[in-house]
């Protein structure tokens, strides 16, 4: 399994913005797709956004089109998503997960991924 370190989660108002980073320290994530996830209590794990292996494709989640936005750097061995005009009902917890991949680049949003992150909490509150 691959370690994966989730960060850059907090406290924001609504309309503001967060980066979260999901790391594989000393990992290449080249031939990984990644898939951030949410969870809120009472609620299933959601797929939020993907990135395929090398970064080829992505995929977002109705609701964040046009506001997250996931990119990758592979020399750091890290993904990221940025999140902009953030919304209360985005408040959640944020798991990055990583999934390797032998196929066509194509990322998915269910969560059926091999390796999970601790996750970082996200707020949305004013």
């Known amino acids: 399994q691959l370690q994966l370190v989730e960060s850059g989660g907090g406290l924001v108002q609504p309309g503001g913005s967060l980066r979260l980073a999901c790391e594989a320290p000393?990992?290449?994530?080249?031939?990984?797709?990644i898939g951030w996830f949410r969870q809120v209590p009472g609620k299933e794990r959601e797929g939020v956004s993907c990135i395929s292996k090398r970064g080829i494709t992505t995929g977002y989640v109705d609701d964040v089109k046009g506001r997250f936005t996931i990119s990758s750097d592979y020399a750091k061995n890290t993904v990221y998503l940025q999140m902009n005009s953030l919304k209360p009902e985005d408040t959640g917890v944020y798991y990055c997960a990583a999934d390797f991949n032998r196929g066509p680049p194509i990322c998915t949003l269910l969560p059926r991924h091999g390796s999970w992150g601790q996750g970082t909490l996200v707020t949305v509150s004013s």
């Open positions: 000393g990992h290449t994530l080249d031939y990984y797709d």
